[in-house]
């Protein structure tokens, strides 16, 4: 049986590990002076080299040739050669997910009294160490408190906080990072060239995405494509074993979004779906991407972090789409996405709540234009206003119909602070008239406007409305309900295709 491209390509030297330099250049360091401690803890997503960070560290210090000025292992001494077949005595690897049991840990402790059989240290690499049960966390403390001197722990761990605080505060920790797009790109690109086969750079691309930034999964699936026993790797061939995944569809589908094309939002979400892709990964994709466009609109170091793992060109269109939404829209975008989840994952149609989220969100942008989605309604609404607004009025506050309407999302936003269904229900509300300082808002549903009848609420949305525009306005409220009836039907053919039957 071969070994799996992750194995055999195992990084040997601590100068072969790639993206965790703050950890190994530490470590090094530590070998070299000699302060190795008795305990560490390596945190950090799975696939990124923990564990083999780990042998190598058993490695160096049990190293039989390693100069004292040197912090790479050999590979060719008696010891390094046992503990890379996996044929060391002194060295123990447990899966904590398997062996989580007090009476695991017990074996251990039983073990590392006596001293290594051939090398200076027995190491104990301890895997995915928060699986370990409450009795077991004891038994290791017991021992983490006094270790045998010739005795090395190492805890690896995905779930850093569910360990106790007594084991962590016993250990020299490291937090092992995400790899980069840029770095597993290149590792990707390098062991093509060892397998002797060409990847074409979208196929590399789109093995980086699915990847999510751990190097094991990306040379899983290159490691796939080797097996396809084919010379050049094509997005056709790759299309043979990868998943179906294509961040550009995502952007496009958010773009879509923004632009209140729901119709081709949701076409976008059935073609996903019958090229045989994850509903829940596109999903999952589409999230992911809209909460980055939210950290580069809060700027800062967020801003320069958060599309640090997608390919360039990916990058710029990101930062492009961010740029045509306020922060408000774009925060509201993100809750209705998010509140498609619970709603997918109990539907016999799967697709059904994230058309339905794209038909919420295209009302939404919708909602923030709708002064220029309809010339002859906006024409008559700025007519109907400048004949009613005395004109003191209007020169005093330089507040307009058309200026609420496009920061009417600004409003929702305020007021979810107070009650998110308040701000639901003034989401797919809309502006309609202003008269000197009364704003009349027109709402879908009557059901809706009786709720914002109540003093309470009216008091709390004019106190919103103050401090958006700076001046007192009066509410008051209006249902459209026989119209919208009709405007519905309208956007749901328009959306799904279909006709009335009489």
Known sequence: MTSSLYRKYRPPVFAEVVGQEHVTRTLQNEIIQQQIAHAYLFCGMRGIGKTTVARLLAKAINCEQRRKQDSEPCNKCQSCQAINSGRSLDLLEIDAASNRRIDDIREIKEHIPYGPSQSKFKVVIVDEVHMLTTEAFNALLKTLEEPPAHVLFILCTTEVHKLPETIVSRCQRFDFKRLSSAVLFERLRDLAKREGIKVEETVLGQIVELAGGSSRDAEGYLGKLITLGEKTITPAVASLVLPHSDLAQALDFIGYLIK????RAVELINYFLEEGGDIAYFYRQVLNLMRKMLLVKLGGKLADEASIDLLPEFQEKLIDLSSHLTQARLQLMLERWLAADSSWRSSELWQLPLELAAVEIGS???????????????????????????????????????????????????????????????????????????????????????????????????????????????????????????????????????????
């Open 260 to 263: 209140a094309e729901t119709s």
């Open 364 to 502: 939404l942008t919708n909602t923030a234009k709708v002064e220029g989605s309809n010339s002859d309604e906006n024409s008559k609404a700025k007519t109907a206003t400048k004949a009613n607004l005395p004109a003191d009025k209007v020169e005093a506050s330089g507040l307009n119909l058309q200026q609420i309407t496009e920061r009417w999302l600004e409003v929702v936003a305020d007021l979810r602070e107070y009650n998110h269904s308040l701000s639901f229900i003034l989401s797919v509300a809309r502006p309609i008239k202003l008269e000197g300082e009364t704003l009349t808002v027109g709402f879908s549903y009557q059901l809706h406007l009786d709720r914002v009848k109540d003093p309470k609420i009216i008091k709390v949305v004019e106190e919103s409305l103050a401090k958006i525009f700076g001046i007192k306005l009066r509410l008051r409220g209006e249902s459209d309900e026989a119209t919208t009836g009709a405007d519905l039907l309208s956007n749901v053919l328009t959306t799904f295709g279909g006709q009335v039957i009489e």
